[in-house]
């Protein structure tokens, strides 16, 4: 069964930075776009950010535009997502996606989730 398994969340005051890595257990990463979404409590989740196979292209939400980056080692099968300026509002469960066909902005659109890393930021 493919699997996508998040880490490198955890606690940080705001300002600082975490990055999260996603990994496929099972398989090699499969030449699809690979993203992340988010999801705090009570809210909707939310697109962060997206790359191509090649790693080419990438695309971020607004939200976050300009402080976090998303990167993919293929020949390693991870992918990053490195956060900067972290704040209090970025607090929330961290998905990993994969496999995407549609708007890569719904979530509805990525096949493959991983269980999700939490990332918590301190005022």
């Known amino acids: 069964q493919v699997q996508l398994i998040e880490s490198g969340g955890g606690l940080v005051q705001a300002g600082g930075s975490l990055r999260l890595y996603c990994a496929t257990s099972g398989r090699t990463f499969s030449n699809d776009p690979m993203g992340w979404f988010r999801q705090a409590p009570g809210k909707e989740r939310e697109f962060v950010a997206a790359i191509t196979w090649t790693g080419t292209s990438t695309f971020y939400g607004d939200a976050v535009k300009g402080r976090f980056t998303i990167a993919r080692d293929n020949a390693k099968n991870i992918m990053y997502l490195q956060m900067n300026s972290l704040q209090p509002e970025d607090t929330a469960v961290y998905y990993c996606?994969?496999?995407?066909?549609?708007?890569?902005?719904?979530?509805?659109?990525?096949?493959?989730w991983g269980q999700g890393t939490q990332v918590t930021v301190s005022s």
């Open positions: 996606v994969e496999d995407v066909e549609g708007n890569y902005l719904d979530g509805s659109s990525w096949s493959q």
